[in-house]
């Protein structure tokens, strides 16, 4: 069977069986768009922008003013300019949008347990381990990567993360210094890549210019949760794309060697090591790959035409 018919049997099955096709999810007067749209509200007590809720669901903001409007008739939410700029809307449920919530919980809970019921521990178990996964897959084939302003605040949270994650990481710290990826990349005319699902940052990298067709791959991230996705692969293939974009024929990195799985990510994508090309005081390990060859998935490097 086809990968495709397996997903459009499991879509059909589930969207079945949770209920999905009905007016009333769950039996609470809405439909499942307006239902999961006061759960998403939901998941901050002083309420999310219009724009943030765009961009978790993927709605357009034609769709979503209609369907704030509908949940406001209602008296489930409340719509009002952002104190911090008022060019933004702020949505916050209502005392009945928050007793509306509590209801959704509590026969979303009910509805998995009875699911989930007839089958045994151990089949509960293989369960589990499988939409766990699936969840995982399906979100890393649906994240958005794009070339964005490295001081826009999903970029920052980016770096942050990453930041941190060395500082934990590392046996003696890390202290990222006074320089400022926006200024590296704006100074080198690079570009700075972000991955985001449901609106929030899950991996990122810089691509800046050290000498003629010359570019280096810098701050490379991807979130703890999303290991194992095949997410930080596809981020480097995306960001030599854009090396490739800014005229570089070849790019170099470097890493510290406490990072062994991203040293086997790049020994996979067909990087080879080289001799020290910076003073890093970090970095232990350095590679480069010539942008004219990619390297098949269980395969030898094969020259781009």
């Not at 997903?7 to 609470?28: C, H, K, M, P």
Request: aromatic share 6%.
């Amino acid at each position: 069977m086809a990968d495709t018919d397996v997903v459009r049997r499991f879509n059909r099955t589930y969207t079945q069986r949770i209920g999905a096709l009905d007016e009333s999810f769950l039996g609470l007067g809405l439909p499942l768009g307006l239902a999961r749209l006061v759960f998403e509200v939901g998941t901050s007590p002083d309420g999310l922008t219009a724009l943030g809720l765009r961009s978790r669901l993927g709605l357009d903001s034609g769709h979503l003013a209609r369907q704030l409007r509908s949940l406001e008739e209602r008296g489930l939410v409340d719509v009002r300019p952002d104190p911090a700029d008022r060019r933004r809307r702020v949505v916050a449920l209502t005392r009945s949008g928050w007793a509306l919530r509590d209801r959704l919980d509590a026969r979303s809970e009910r509805l998995a347990a009875r699911l989930v019921e007839p089958l045994t521990e151990r089949q509960r178990a293989r369960l589990t381990e499988a939409l766990a996964t699936a969840d995982l897959l399906v979100r890393a084939a649906t994240v958005d990567i794009r070339t964005v302003d490295p001081t826009e605040p999903a970029a920052v949270e980016a770096m942050d993360s990453y930041f941190a994650e060395l500082d934990r990481r590392f046996p003696d710290g890390f202290d990222p210094g006074p320089a400022e990826v926006g200024d590296m990349v704006a100074a080198t005319g690079g570009a700075f890549v972000l991955a985001t699902s449901d609106g929030g940052p899950v991996a990122s990298g810089g691509i800046r210019s050290l000498g003629p067709e010359v570019g280096e791959i810098k701050r490379m991230w991807v979130h703890d949760e999303w290991r194992g996705a095949g997410l930080g692969s596809r981020l480097l293939r995306h960001l030599e794309a854009t090396a490739r974009d800014l005229g570089h024929r070849t790019v170099r990195l470097d890493t510290n060697r406490t990072l062994t799985e991203a040293i086997a990510m790049y020994d996979r994508a067909g990087y080879r090591p080289i001799e020290r090309y910076n003073d890093n005081p970090y970095a232990q390990a350095f590679f480069e790959k010539a942008l004219d060859c990619e390297v098949p998935e269980g395969g030898d490097k094969v020259r781009r035409p």
